[in-house]
């Protein structure tokens, strides 16, 4: 009858511990979502910038031309060198052509989330010059945006962390367990 009542408990155990596990890891499942762009959706700029940089909740992967930018007339204006930011793959960062005229342009933008799910989007901005000192005060690019995130970062770190600890206590549980169903049966 011990063995039953130890059998129901450690079954008991690993099922909180499994409950537990899936609600800590319910952000991690979820979809990449947009945190940020530069410039920002609606964004009216005096000077046209040196990047846009697209800012996501989670890790993603960019392959395919994660980031087209392209002016009133659809031409591409972009240096067609997206590529994830190296100290934060939660970033997305292009270059742009040296010389961009007054006009609108639309950003196009497709990554692929940690789970695996395809998310895309598109946002648009202005360069006016007409606008002076209205479009610089609002936001400011990459550096800023890197140190806001590198905080977060150390966050997931964490959520590894607590899986690492939850699968140890898993295995410490199973190994007293069989230490002492080996110890009953002798």
Not at 87 to 113: A, G, K, M, Q
């Amino acid at each position: 009858m011990t063995t039953t009542s130890g059998t129901r408990r450690l079954a008991a155990l690993l099922g909180l511990s499994a409950v537990w596990l899936l609600l800590s890891c319910g952000p991690a499942l979820a979809h990449a979502r947009l945190v940020e762009t530069y410039p920002a959706d609606g964004d009216a700029l005096a000077k046209p910038p040196e990047q846009v940089q697209v800012l996501f909740s989670e890790p993603v992967e960019a392959e395919f031309d994660p980031i087209k930018v392209q002016d009133q007339g659809g031409d591409r204006v972009d240096e067609d060198d997206a590529r994830i930011a190296p100290n934060n793959r939660r970033l997305l960062v292009v270059d742009l052509l040296e010389e961009l005229p007054e006009s609108s342009y639309i950003v196009e933008w497709r990554v692929t989330s940690a789970a695996g799910h395809p998310v895309s989007g598109v946002y648009e901005f202005v360069v006016d010059a007409s606008v002076a000192g209205a479009g610089e005060a609002t936001q400011e690019p990459i550096e800023p945006i890197e140190r806001s995130t590198e905080q977060e970062g150390a966050n997931s770190v964490g959520h590894y962390i607590h899986f690492v600890g939850l699968g140890l206590g898993a295995l410490i549980l199973l190994a007293l367990t069989l230490l002492r169903r080996r110890k009953g049966a002798a």
